[in-house]
């Protein structure tokens, strides 16, 4: 805050935390000329979004459909692909509230941390992992590194045309790179199954938890209890962790997007519903660190 600025440029503003707005604004009180901020909107707050009304900026919008690189073509099959709501959101430059967001942007930009990975040397490990179906949405391998009181993550994104088996491979090699490696946790159901049992038979059953999304999970720490957990509890034991001050993901723009994507809502039958678009790295994430609910009986 020391310096004093001409101008500002902030690019992606609604991906920018509130707090260097106003950290740097101070900046242009004795030279200030000029404060530019561009994005595409994302929901309906945040300091992008408020300035954006202000009457005091000069305002420009373009709409993806405007621009002559695009293809018109791209735009129709996006426009097929996406609800109404985002692809307005992605293309049409409207802010859009889709959903109430599960993650604060706060909270995620307080946990985002430039991390030293040597301090993950010799670590405990869990992978969680988001498989996807060939061709279609990404394949995703998170990393949480635990050292009792800290998790850090990190991930491995697989875009387009990946088979199951490749993705199996790379968990196999990742398990000869990191040999430390306690629990490999996936979702088992639809396609995720068969990747499971593969697994399975290369790490054995006590390395790989196959849970299920929709369904409550068994409770490992307590044999002949039947099974507690739900989607939602996954995410809750990944926000609690965040909240404590427990984990510091890695300084990824994909993570934060993907965070940033999940939303929920109550079903009429008052249940808790959770959904993103792009929620791929959140799924990989909250199973990786969903061993740490009952880690010490599990290391």
Not at 35 to 43: L, Q
């Amino acid at each position: 805050r020391t310096y004093s600025f001409h101008k500002i440029y902030y690019d992606e503003g609604s991906y920018i935390p509130d707090e260097v707005y106003d950290a740097t604004t101070p900046c242009l009180a004795v030279h200030g000329i000029q404060k530019i901020i561009a994005s595409t909107p994302a929901g309906t707050g945040g300091f992008f979004y408020k300035e954006w009304h202000n009457p005091d900026f000069k305002r420009y919008e373009r709409r993806t459909m405007e621009c002559e690189r695009v293809p018109r073509r791209f735009l129709l099959q996006e426009k097929k692909r996406m609800t109404r709501a985002q692809f307005a959101q992605e293309y049409e430059a409207a802010f859009t509230e889709l959903a109430d967001g599960l993650f604060s942007s706060v909270l995620i930009h307080m946990s985002m941390k430039e991390i030293n990975w040597e301090l993950t040397r010799g670590r405990p490990c869990f992978l969680g992992v988001d498989f996807a179906r060939f061709g279609a949405d990404d394949n995703v391998i998170a990393y949480c590194f635990w050292d009792g009181s800290t998790a850090r993550i990190k991930v491995e994104v697989f875009h387009g045309r990946h088979r199951l088996t490749s993705i199996v491979g790379r968990i196999v090699a990742i398990g000869k790179e990191t040999p430390n490696i306690k629990k490999i946790v996936t979702d088992e159901t639809g396609i995720g199954g068969g990747p499971t049992d593969e697994l399975v038979l290369k790490f054995g059953k006590r390395k790989v938890l196959g849970i299920q999304n929709q369904r409550r999970v068994k409770d490992e720490t307590a044999p002949g209890r039947p099974s507690r957990y739900l989607k939602q509890d996954l995410y809750s034991n990944l926000i609690r962790l965040m909240e404590n001050g427990q984990v510091e993901l890695d300084d990824d723009i994909r993570i934060l997007r993907s965070l940033r994507q999940v939303k929920y809502r109550y079903t009429k039958e008052g249940l808790l519903s959770i959904m993103g678009q792009d929620s791929h790295i959140a799924e990989a994430i909250v199973r990786a660190v969903f061993p740490l609910l009952g880690y010490k009986k599990i290391l």
